[in-house]
């Protein structure tokens, strides 16, 4: 049985009775249309090159059969098939209205038999065991209302020696860069969001969840705990994000 971890019980709305899960949805509906953009501004368009990083983690597994968790607009989904090629991918999302823009950046692309997406959750995920040679997950762990079962149920599904690989925000070590880091994430950051008309506490969320998540070894550890092997962590840009990466055992 996956244990809730500190993290699963950071929220994003406060007052409000729904679950977590159903809060994240919420979110992420109401932010949608303006998500690419705010993503793209606030991180000075690095976010770009941690992805392409990520993704060329995988070149070397060839895989065919991908799945895209939390995939939300399909940023990743685009990116994996622009560098990797495969065969298919899958994207799900809990939330309706990231999956729609996604739909229409698939179309605009001319990829709607590469890449499919639809409504699904980490924590249920409606495949079979052993049916992807490897998944992905972008900026989405941290919203998992179980996190390990949810770690759990990517593995169930992947086909044995294939790999997971997660890039998430992590807390930066050094004194320096970690002031000025949660400076810009818990002021900057939701204020952007107000001009923007943007939900101010969905960024509030973004750093709360950011800076309870248990990352760099804290999480590799995790892995190991739920059963993954030949578990790693790479930082990236001092430290603000990482790469994680395991693989389902044979």
Request: aromatic letters at 10%.
């Amino acid at each position: 049985m996956s244990t809730p971890l500190p993290h699963d019980k950071i929220i994003p709305f406060k007052d409000s009775g729904k679950t977590k899960k159903e809060q994240v949805a919420d979110m992420f509906d109401r932010i949608a249309s303006r998500y690419d953009l705010m993503n793209r501004f606030l991180s000075a368009r690095i976010d770009v090159r941690w992805r392409k990083k990520a993704i060329k983690l995988l070149k070397k597994d060839n895989p065919q059969q991908l799945l895209d968790v939390a995939t939300g607009t399909a940023d990743m989904a685009l990116m994996a098939y622009a560098l990797l090629k495969p065969a298919q991918i899958t994207g799900i999302d809990i939330s309706e209205g990231m999956l729609e823009l996604g739909r229409k950046k698939i179309e605009k692309e001319g990829l709607t038999e590469h890449i499919r997406l639809q409504m699904g959750d980490a924590e249920t995920i409606k495949f079979t065991d052993n049916t992807f040679d490897a998944v992905m997950v972008a900026f989405g762990v941290r919203n998992f209302e179980n996190l390990e079962k949810g770690l759990s149920e990517i593995k169930r599904v992947l086909k044995p020696g294939g790999r997971l690989i997660v890039l998430e925000f992590s807390k930066p070590r050094r004194k320096a860069v970690k002031s000025l880091y949660n400076l810009y994430m818990g002021i900057v950051a939701p204020q952007v969001a107000r001009w923007f008309r943007q939900n101010k506490e969905a960024y509030e969320y973004l750093n709360e969840s950011a800076n309870a998540f248990p990352d760099r070894q804290l999480f590799t550890d995790i892995l190991k705990k739920v059963g993954y092997s030949d578990t790693e962590f790479q930082p990236l840009t001092l430290g603000i994000c990482c790469i994680y990466s395991g693989k389902k055992a044979y």
